[in-house]
C-alpha cells in the first residue's frame, strides 16, 4: 500500500525559509520520481517542482523557480521542497505525489503559511 506522508509546514515571515519533506511507503521516489503540488484557498491544484526518477533530474514552476529547490534522499526515501524568499502568495497547502501505473498517489498535505 502506497502511502506518502508530508510534514514541515508552518507559519514564516516573508522573506524567511522553509522546508517541507514528504516520506513514502510502498514505493521508491528513486524508481518513479516525485512532485510537489500547492493549492491556495479558492484556487487550483499548482505543479511546484519535480524530482525525475533515477537521474534526479529537477524541473520547476515559474513562480518558483530559483527560489525553491527540491532533492530526493535515497536512504530514507523521502522528497524535500526548501523554499527561500517567501511570499504571501506561496501560502497554500501543499501536497506530495508520486505517479506509478497510470496512478496518482497524494499526501494529506501540510500548510504554508506566510504572513508577517
Known amino acids: 500500500q502506497v502511502q506518502l506522508v508530508e510534514s514541515g509546514g508552518g507559519l514564516v515571515q516573508p522573506g524567511k525559509s522553509l522546508r517541507l519533506s514528504c516520506v513514502a511507503s510502498?514505493?521508491?521516489?528513486?524508481?518513479?520520481?516525485g512532485k510537489w503540488y500547492r493549492q491556495a484557498p479558492g484556487g487550483e491544484r499548482e505543479w511546484v517542482a519535480s524530482?525525475?526518477?533515477?537521474?534526479?533530474?529537477?524541473d520547476y514552476g515559474t513562480a518558483v523557480k530559483d527560489r525553491f529547490t527540491i532533492s530526493r534522499d535515497n536512504v530514507e526515501n523521502t522528497i524535500n521542497l526548501q523554499m527561500y524568499s517567501l511570499r504571501p502568495d506561496d501560502s497554500a497547502v501543499y501536497y506530495c505525489?508520486?505517479?506509478?501505473?497510470?496512478?496518482?498517489?497524494w499526501g494529506q498535505g501540510t500548510q504554508v503559511t506566510v504572513s508577517s
Open positions: 505525489n508520486v505517479r506509478s501505473s497510470g496512478r496518482d498517489y
Open positions: 524530482i525525475f526518477p533515477t537521474t534526479g533530474g529537477t
Open positions: 510502498g514505493l521508491s521516489f528513486w524508481v518513479y520520481g
